[in-house]
């Protein structure tokens, strides 16, 4: 992309929208779409930042997730529920940090069945360094003022839940 649009293309898709006769969806198609686009600006945004610390957003979840955590371990069927992703994409993300040593699987102490996911010191260190990072250049530098933040994840958080995200 070279630089700004002259005109909002959602604006102007909301246009065409209600021109061919779809007025009733219009305002939804619009808010959705800019929804879709504003999520794909801040995942390039926070991609961009966590580079450098050979992470991905995902991977970056990861050890957030198990650094918040009281013991630094969690189950791995639950880390996926709460990071709501499929198993398959948390073994991909959790394959690649246990490679770089920022987590590992341990034996569950009370379930053999069960394996753990544990950050390590070198994940914690690399955690720290990356939210960081993400808070200055990223959370603080959102371009949302502190109440269209708040506002905007209420409103967000209603379709979630509505959506059967959570209860």
């Known amino acids: 992309m070279n630089g700004p649009l002259s005109r909002d293309p959602i604006a102007q898709a909301r246009e065409e929208w209600v021109s061919h006769g779809w007025e ?23 991609e961009g930042i966590l580079k450098p610390h050979g992470l991905s957003f995902a991977r ?41 040593d920022l987590v590992r699987r341990v034996a569950h102490p009370s379930d053999g069945r069960t394996r753990l996911l544990e950050i390590t010191p070198a994940g914690r260190t690399l955690l720290e360094q990356a939210r960081a990072d993400l808070n200055e250049q990223l959370f ?21 839940r509505s959506s059967g995200d959570f209860l």
Do not use: W, Y
Request: glycine fraction near 2%; charged fraction near 20%.
């Open 24 to 46: 009733a969806q219009a305002d939804a198609m619009a808010a959705i779409t800019a929804v879709l686009r504003s999520a794909a600006i801040f995942l390039q945004r926070a």
């Open 140 to 160: 603080s530098d959102s371009k949302l003022s502190a109440e269209d933040s708040r506002q905007l994840f209420e409103i967000l958080a209603r379709l979630r």
């Open 60 to 100: 970056f979840e990861v050890l957030a997730l198990l650094g918040f955590s009281s013991r630094g371990s969690l189950p791995m069927s639950h880390a996926s529920r709460l990071l709501q992703v499929h198993a398959t994409s948390l073994t991909n993300s959790v394959d690649r940090l246990e490679a770089k």
